[in-house]
């Protein structure tokens, strides 16, 4: 190794998180909690890690890895005494790419105005449709990016982007080529999905719609060449659970993994589906039965909870408990749209602590290696040109991407703790400072 190859060395944490602790406290017989839903991490006090050519060459204590991987040997020695650090954060479900204002929803919502309501007469997902539609790709990517600088500053380094807010070829395309673009000029690494049956437009029928996404969005997207997943919108009034397999399974034929948005107004159907598919993921479950969390247990399909949806609608959270309780790898994400704008994964984290029940560990398990999981960091199997997350990613374990935060505070549990304030310090990404003292703003 010469010195060149040594990116960074972050020394002297005063707790380092390495990532889940092996498989995590298994369920009880009984159906009990874990004894210590606190030891689901990996976590070392006085630690350091190195970084060699993007990836984690080692973890372990401070004195051990700076004796062997010289901190002034380094292109950027941090010290992080003092401050806890972690993996970046994985956020598994976003929309962030859209344009127009819908803030007078929120206030709407406020009045007691319910969402499909508002779905109905023309808003929601419908009317960014219209201003997507209006919108220039120059203009997209901009603000595409200027989210991206906000959650990359709230210590995101990994995030997925759907596509659905085009609802034809040529606008579905359009979004999926700003979120490569984006992928390629910003440092968050962004993972694409398409998301054509997100809202059935005004002027069709919904199975009309239906087959208009498979016959001609799908093959295009396919051509296209760069998304990874194929989501649907299975809900009430929406997409049922047999057109939501249509649209699931032609992606699949077409290279594309399945993920699922399902259980979120009602109990439709789309968690059992997502596990008959086996699915990567089943996304927002708020109402997810027993039976749900069983199935999606036994598929190895990763819930992913959206504790921001709900607090955005005033709405029961999903049961996060009940997946944990199963052994399900779970995922927090922070589903960032026009309805839920949430750049912030400490939020996530903050909510899924105090309106779910998770432990402050759980909760950034679950926004970092389970957000990985819920994009098939360990399904290489489902993905035909190959996954689209590095296997480790998530974690800060040998081989894993150098992506991690230096906390301004002492432990892992201020992330959730200190709603409302962003304690990420510093960010690395592929061990190069992109947030942080000293990086240009």
């Known amino acids: 190794m010469t010195e060149s190859d040594l990116d960074a060395v972050v020394h002297g944490a005063a707790e380092l998180v390495v990532g889940p602790a092996g498989e995590g406290p298994a369920p009880a017989t009984d159906g009990s909690p874990p004894d210590d839903p606190d030891a689901v991490l990996d976590r070392r006090e006085d630690a350091a890690v190195a970084i060699v050519d993007g990836e984690v060459a080692a973890v372990g204590p401070t004195e051990t890895i700076t004796e062997r991987y010289p901190p002034e040997n380094a292109t950027h020695s941090v010290d992080a005494s003092g401050r806890a650090v972690i993996p970046g954060f ?3 479900h976003t929309h962030a ?3 127009g204002d819908r803030s007078d929803e929120f206030a709407a919502k406020l009045r007691g105005k319910p969402y499909q309501e508002i779905l109905a007469e023309g808003g929601g997902i419908l009317r960014t449709v219209r201003a997507v539609r209006e919108a220039g790709d120059d203009e997209l990517l901009d603000l595409l990016c200027d989210r991206l600088d ?3 500053a709230h210590g995101t380094t990994t995030v997925e982007v759907k596509s659905g807010y085009g609802l034809d070829v040529e606008t579905e395309l359009r979004l999926l080529e700003v979120i490569d673009c984006a992928d390629a000029e910003h440092p968050v690494d962004v993972v694409p999905t398409f998301m054509g049956a997100h809202a059935v437009p005004e002027d069709r029928g919904t199975d009309e719609y239906v087959d208009e996404v498979v016959d001609e969005q799908l ?6 060449g ?3 997943f194929c989501d649907v919108f299975c809900e009430e009034d929406v997409f049922s659970v047999e057109q939501s397999r249509r649209v699931l399974e032609a992606g699949r034929e077409g290279g594309l993994a399945p993920k699922v948005h399902a259980e979120e107004f009602v109990r439709l159907g789309g968690a059992r589906l997502a596990a008959d598919l086996e699915a990567v993921s089943a996304d927002h479950l708020l109402h997810a039965a027993d039976e749900d969390v069983a199935a999606l247990r036994e598929a190895n399909v990763v819930p992913v909870m959206l504790p921001g949806t709900a607090f955005g609608l005033g709405a029961d959270y999903a049961d996060a408990r009940a997946f944990r309780d199963a052994g399900a790898p779970l995922a927090v994400a922070s589903d960032f749209n026009p309805n839920c704008y949430a750049p912030s994964m400490g939020f996530a984290a903050s909510l899924a602590c105090v309106g779910m029940g998770l432990s402050p560990a759980e909760a950034v398990c679950a926004c970092t290696r389970g957000g990985a999981l819920a994009l098939g960091a360990d ?5 035909p040109e190959g996954p689209p997350l590095d296997p480790k990613a998530g974690t800060l374990e040998p081989g894993a991407p150098g ?9 892992s549990v201020h992330v959730p703790y200190r709603f409302g304030e962003n304690v990420v310090r510093s960010v690395l990404k592929g061990g190069e400072p992109v947030v942080g003292p000293g990086v240009a703003p």
């Open 90 to 92: 994985v956020d598994s």
């Open 97 to 99: 790419v859209f344009a």
């Open 150 to 152: 906000a959650v990359l």
């Open 219 to 224: 093959p295009a997207v396919e051509a296209q």
């Open 226 to 228: 760069v998304a990874a």
């Open 379 to 383: 399904r290489s199997e489902a993905f």
């Open 403 to 411: 992506d991690l935060l230096v906390l301004d505070a002492p432990s």
